[in-house]
């Protein structure tokens, strides 16, 4: 059974760092691409990049490029969403999903991560 | 970037009844449109991709329709479990993007 399971609720100050993860099993990490997808407090889903594990080819939609840093660890797994001075405006939930096949629909999707950045 | 307009914004319906979703994207995206289902507190769920394709495990009441630039998502009969909020997403471009979303709510 393909897996897709993220790290616990973060509560950051702003200015500060984080790192969440995503760890997949189930399936050949390395075979599959993995996005990120942001869904702010009651609002709609944004796709924010997309990794692929077995080379760490990233890409970034552009509202998140220089925003965000997307990596993968192989050996263990895992891919990571990071900032390095986390603003408010970040507070939302953030999920990763993986790619179906050739094409860019999410097949599977793990449990989400909700970041809440506050003072 | 394309932009993927979603309508109605909320949909009363009664459980039963046939829930017909619009999504509109604003230049063609062929057929690389898939929709998905989100409940509260829940990840979305891949219900369609490829504009009428099923996902795995995604029963027949719900089909999906169109290409280019208008499609459809269709509940035949609304079930309890079928009342959330519903995206279609695009990804005909390299830069995908989500519909605003559509909520079904019992009316």
């Known amino acids: 059974e393909v897996q897709l399971v993220q790290s616990g609720a973060e509560v950051k100050k702003p200015g500060e760092s984080l790192k969440i993860s995503c760890k997949g099993s189930?399936?050949?990490?390395?075979?599959?691409?993995i996005g990120w997808v942001r869904q702010m407090p009651g609002k709609g889903l944004e796709w924010m990049g997309i990794?692929?594990?077995?080379?760490?080819?990233?890409r970034y939609s552009p509202s998140f490029q220089g925003q965000v840093t997307i990596s993968a660890d192989k050996s263990i797994s895992t891919a990571y969403l990071q900032w390095s001075s986390l603003k408010a405006s970040d507070t939302a939930v953030y999920y990763c999903?993986?790619?179906?096949?050739?094409?860019?629909?999410?097949?599977?999707w793990g449990q989400g991560t909700l970041v809440t950045v506050s003072s | 970037e394309i932009v993927l307009t979603q309508s109605p914004g909320t949909l009363s319906l009664s459980p039963g009844e046939r829930a017909t979703l619009s999504c509109r994207a604003s230049q063609s995206v062929s057929s690389f449109l898939a929709w998905y289902q989100q409940k509260p507190g829940q990840a979305p769920r891949l219900l369609i991709y490829g504009s009428s394709s099923r996902a795995t495990g995604i029963p027949d009441k719900f089909s999906g329709s169109g290409s280019g630039t208008d499609f459809t998502l269709t509940i035949s009969r609304l079930e309890p479990e079928d009342f959330a909020v519903y995206y279609c997403?695009?990804?005909?471009?390299?830069?995908?993007?989500f519909g605003g979303g559509t909520k079904v709510e019992i009316k």
């Open positions: 999903a993986r790619r179906g096949g050739s094409s860019d629909y999410w097949t599977h």
């Open positions: 990794i692929y594990p077995g080379d760490s080819d990233t």
């Open positions: 997403q695009q990804y005909a471009k390299s830069r995908q993007t």
């Open positions: 189930g399936y050949s990490f390395t075979s599959y691409w």
